[in-house]
């Protein structure tokens, strides 16, 4: 079974990725360039809310139980996913490397520029 702390650390080992608080105590984002990409709240059971192309997020509800529509997010494009046994470790890596991908794809050419190069954490007062 995951656990919280190696979900964490996952992420923020991802170049460019911050946690925050901007919804309260309760609950952790991670943004990339000041973009988010992930949301896992504090309250049991651990769960992982993920940006998600719209058809791939479909595909990933309809395989398996543990992937539910974005839960207080636009369901097109965000799933919430409950680890469990039946969802294969590997497939939850994926599914957080394909948030920040999406997420970095995105970018302003200048902000993956910056990503790029390491230039992140020099100004965070212009990532938004």
Request: hydrophobic share 40%; proline share 7%; aromatic share 10%.
């Amino acid at each position: 079974m995951i656990h919280f702390d190696t979900i964490q650390a996952y992420l923020l080992a991802k170049k460019g990725t911050t946690e925050e608080r901007p919804f309260g105590p309760d609950v952790l984002v991670y943004k990339v360039m000041g973009k988010m990409f992930a949301l896992v709240p504090e309250d049991p059971p651990l769960r992982i809310s993920l940006k998600c192309d719209p058809d791939e997020a479909l595909a990933l509800r309809d395989m398996y139980t543990a992937v539910q529509p974005g839960y207080h997010l636009n369901k097109k494009h965000w799933n919430t996913v409950t680890p469990d046994d039946a969802l294969p470790e590997d497939e939850l890596w994926r599914m957080i490397d394909n948030s920040y991908a999406l997420v970095v794809q995105g970018l302003r050419k200048v902000d993956r520029e910056r990503l790029e190069i390491g230039d992140w954490q020099a100004d965070n007062n212009n990532l938004y």
